[in-house]
T-cell receptor, first 115, second 112 residues
């Protein structure tokens, strides 16, 4: 079955450590995205990528890094520079139909807790 | 001003009611718009796409007003299962890029 897989579902990290969240898709989508969601709030864009080896900062990129070495994979590293990393992280991918038309699908998310 | 703004609610309505949510966006060049539904502690799922003036799917109708830069979602004959948070999404990308920006969401609670 095609889809987006995020792992792990729950992640605990000690303060000061870097951690990498995995996102893999087999939908052959060009675009991939990372969002952060805090309790009771909407999704905020961290990074997005349209093609391999290219990515752009979103609205809250500070303290995060990404890579896009393969079309299928868009891992997110939460670095120790991120002041408040505890959140729900969602990865999405989308196909582009032209004229800005697109449809995004989400993974099931990773809940990161800093202890 | 936020790029995408929604009334946070919550909207508490009885079963069978009609409810409407509004969403405003800042980028007049945006071409595509979406409504997503998110259940508690789950990932968002696409409800409707809006590319022209509107779209209808059963009890759900989405309308786009480009001049006023707002999108609306109308839910008719509300069901208990419609209780969720509804997220307005605007594609603010340009130059071949897609940049999907989410509103903070509007919470709907349908009661018996």
């Amino acid at each position: 079955d095609g889809g987006i897989t995020q792992s792990p579902k729950y992640l605990f990290r000690k303060e000061g450590q870097n951690v990498t969240l995995s996102c893999e898709q087999n939908l052959n989508h060009d675009a991939m995205y990372w969002y952060r969601q805090d309790p009771g709030q909407g999704l905020r864009l961290i990074y997005y990528s349209q093609i391999v080896n290219d990515f752009q900062k979103g609205d809250i990129a500070e303290g995060y890094s990404v890579s896009r070495e393969k079309k299928e994979s868009f891992p997110l590293t939460v670095t120790s520079a991120q002041k408040n990393p505890t959140a729900f992280y969602l990865c999405a991918s989308s196909i582009v139909f032209g004229q800005g038309r697109t449809e995004a699908f989400f993974g099931q998310g990773t809940r990161l807790t800093v202890v | 001003r936020k790029e995408v703004e929604q009334d946070p609610g919550p909207f508490n309505v009885p079963e069978g009611a009609t409810v409407a949510f509004n969403c405003t966006y800042s980028n007049s060049a945006s071409q595509s718009f979406f409504w997503y539904r998110q259940d508690c502690r789950k990932e968002p799922k696409l409800l409707m796409s809006v590319y022209s003036s509107g779209n209808e799917d059963g009890r759900f109708t989405a309308q786009l007003n480009r001049a006023s830069q707002y999108i609306s979602l109308l839910i008719r004959d509300s069901k208990l299962s419609d209780s969720a948070t509804y997220l307005c999404v605007v594609n603010m990308g340009s130059g071949g890029y897609n940049k999907l920006i989410f509103g903070a969401g509007t919470r709907l609670a349908v009661h018996p």
